[in-house]
């Protein structure tokens, strides 16, 4: 029995190592813009199969698939979808996977984070199999920065008639993830001029694999602001309910009679309600005291030709 402890083990940290890592996909809009909207989905959570589904309903061809006919259905409940009326004239999906990949050392990214239409958060790590379904080759991976923002420019000359172009960079160490978030910003900064030249929208779809402790470290600074935003929020309220406690005890122990909105609306309501429904009765009961009588001929008549018979 004691054989079988090293393969559990090593399971056991490969599942606690798999719940702690993420991927981020950050939908931005480089140009004109209004393509993608976001809606008022609870959660930002999503599925490989869900995000797949989602750039085949905002792009045309995606993974060399041409979509024929009418827009492709999307899975319910995501936090983006396409836009009704507009169009994207391309898009350009890229990876950014590898042991080193951390928001914390790379500034860039973490800004298209907070500008970027929505985003949808996958738990685990499934950066590659994202990749795959927008159809990225194994030449499409790239371990060198140096050769990252040639290549992005070139995958960007390529998403045209709404194609989406797609790559992947492997980030391994501190110094690569710098370089790659340098010349990410850079292209993406020459994409925007571009665009706004040309009046057309590319939708810039970063796929963000982070590892455990990157990802672990952002999970618990997000869960950090939404208590301090909750604690802020109740703090407003109880300071609110305080002033209106206070507000309506000091009309209460004044002594000029004030009342409060509500009141006074309550108040008109039910005073014009009960003088509208008293005129109504005393008018129906004049109506019918004063009611014209007048003898009925035809009730006479028969009546008196029955007597006579």
Do not use: C
Request: proline fraction near 2%.
């Amino acid at each position: 029995m004691v054989r079988f402890l090293p393969p559990l083990g090593a399971a056991a940290a490969l599942v606690a190592s798999v719940a702690d890592a993420r991927t981020t996909v950050a939908v931005l809009e480089v140009g004109q813009g209004g393509v993608v909207r976001r809606t008022a989905a609870a959660s930002p959570h999503a599925t490989v199969t869900g995000v797949a589904s989602f750039w085949s309903a905002v792009h045309d061809e995606v993974g060399g698939r041409v979509r024929r006919g009418s827009r492709a259905a999307q899975h319910p409940g995501m936090a983006v979808v396409p836009d009704l009326f507009s169009r994207a004239d391309g898009g350009l999906a890229v990876g950014i996977t590898g042991s080193a990949v951390d928001l914390a050392d790379m500034p860039g990214l973490s800004t298209y984070l907070e500008e970027a239409v929505g985003t949808f958060e996958l738990a685990g790590s499934h950066g590659h199999a994202l990749l795959r379904k927008a159809g990225t080759k194994a030449e499409d991976v790239l371990s060198n920065a140096a050769d990252v923002a040639s290549t992005l420019k070139t995958k960007a000359a390529g998403a045209v008639n709404n194609r989406l172009e797609s790559m992947t960079v492997t980030v391994d160490d501190e110094k690569t993830a710098a370089e790659v978030d340098s010349s990410i910003a850079a292209v993406v900064r020459s994409l925007q001029k571009e665009s706004a030249k040309s009046g057309k929208t590319m939708i810039l779809h970063l796929v963000i694999d982070e590892e455990e402790s990157g990802a672990a470290r952002r999970r618990l600074e997000d869960q950090d602001q939404d208590e301090n935003q909750e604690e802020e929020e109740a703090e407003e309220e109880g300071d609110e309910a305080d002033d209106q406690n206070n507000q309506n005890k000091q009309y209460s122990d004044s002594g000029s009679g004030e009342r409060t909105i509500f009141e006074i609306q309550y108040f008109n309501v039910v005073l014009w309600s009960a003088i509208g429904l008293t005129i109504i009765l005393i008018s129906a009961i004049y109506m019918m005291m004063y009611m014209p009588l007048m003898a009925d001929t035809l009730l006479f008549g028969e009546s008196a030709k029955v007597v006579g018979d």
